[in-house]
């Protein structure tokens, strides 16, 4: 049996009416860039993520891009976030001319470490971009109250966290977290908890495309106008360029495709949970592994363990000649890689990560006798 790390194949099947018909009206309209179905699309996005403005645009980079300059970062600013993602995090900072200033991971949730990050805080930082990493909320309460005391911007990369409600304060915050702040966030989706959100969606993610695309969305109507302009060469008016701007529409195909898609997150959302849930109860004899944390809004875009003892690597060459496909999410913090090499000084917890984390196949249609199959292979590759 082969069981890949992802298989989108089920899904497709299951929608495969609704994506022609909707594909079909596209191409019927000829409308291919910013159409109809694309102003619907961030209508209806907009609507399940309760906050008022939601604009489309090209990829989940474009996205982050664009949410950063939308809200004022400038070259030489500086903008705080965690080592342990994907490139596009850290590349968006860098590439608006501002600098990455990195703050290490919680061993547990691998999420930014609130108590290390306000003696990070310069007189140069601009802003605050907290990674919800795999799927799992980032403590967001604490960091919006550091982010308001200090005057500075908040941009949630929700690349992964499509669906996922901020249900509680970190478990680990010992009551540093400020119940006014507590209250008004509770319950609320990523991405519409900070300044700005930006989210993915590439065809892997949560509610993934057939191809790239990605949403910015903001309760601030001057940060969405100016996100507006930025997707379309810095125009709000053909022809009359105000601001160096990008070519990031959403296509009209892949919003079409989104609609179809998005009434079904939240049960997809909840087959993830299942899933992650089963893989937790299976494997939580197995000795050497730490199973993720099923907290409340987690989506688990990844179902990513840990694997003690120097282990990590051989677990995974044993599953792969089972048929079992897995992944390292991510090898290489992005501090450590070429473009940024010896730049910055090291993040412990990171790199522990980095050798320990491995991820498991996860979508929502996995079967039930596969997650099975998986967990004994895990505990025969450990000696369980």
């Not at 000829?30 to 109809?36: A, K, N, S, T, V």
């Not at 996205?63 to 903008?79: F, K, N, S, T, Y």
Request: aromatic share 8%; glycine share 8%; hydrophobic share 40%.
């Amino acid at each position: 049996m082969h069981i890949p790390i992802l298989d989108l194949k089920p899904q497709y099947h299951s929608l495969k009416e609704e994506l022609q018909t909707a594909i079909e009206r596209v191409l019927t309209s000829c409308e291919f860039i910013l159409g109809q179905d694309v102003r619907l699309f961030e209508q209806e996005v907009a609507s399940y993520l309760d906050v008022p403005h939601a604009i489309a645009v090209h990829s989940g980079t474009d996205a982050l891009m664009i949410g950063l300059r939308a809200m004022g970062v400038q070259p030489g600013d500086e903008v705080i976030t965690t080592p342990f993602s994907f490139f596009a995090t850290a590349e968006s900072i860098s590439n608006v001319g501002a600098h990455p200033v990195f703050v290490d991971v919680e061993l547990e949730s691998y999420n930014l470490d609130v108590s290390l990050l306000e003696a990070k805080i310069s007189p140069r930082t601009r802003a605050i971009m907290p990674v919800h990493l795999f799927g799992r909320p980032a403590n967001m309460v604490q960091i919006m109250d550091l982010a308001a005391a200090h005057g500075l911007g908040v941009i949630e990369d929700c690349a992964q966290s499509f669906g996922a409600r901020y249900m509680a304060a970190c478990p680990s915050c010992q009551g540093r977290c400020g119940a006014n702040t507590r209250d008004r966030l509770a319950g609320r989706m990523t991405g519409t908890l900070g300044t700005v959100g930006a989210f993915s969606f590439f065809p892997t993610k949560n509610l993934g495309a057939y191809g790239d695309g990605g949403l910015v969305v903001t309760h601030d109507g001057v940060i969405a106008e100016m996100a507006q302009k930025l997707r379309v060469h810095g125009s709000k008016e053909r022809y009359r360029n105000e601001v160096l701007g990008y070519n990031s529409r959403l296509d009209s195909l892949q919003a079409a495709i989104l609609r179809v898609k998005l009434p079904h997150i939240e049960d997809w959302n909840q087959a993830r949970r299942r899933i992650a849930s089963t893989y937790n109860r299976l494997l939580a004899d197995v000795p050497g592994v730490v199973t993720p944390a099923l907290v409340p809004g987690h989506v688990f875009h990844q179902y990513t363990l840990r694997v003690l003892g120097g282990r990590r690597d051989a677990l995974r060459d044993f599953l792969s000649q089972r048929g079992i496909g897995s992944m390292v999410y991510y090898p290489v913090p992005q501090d450590r890689l070429p473009v940024y090499d010896g730049q910055f000084a090291p993040n412990p917890i990171s790199d522990r990560l980095a050798a320990e984390v491995l991820s498991l196949p996860l979508w929502p249609e996995l079967a039930e006798d596969k997650i099975t199959l998986i967990g004994r292979a895990i505990a025969e590759g450990l000696g369980a």
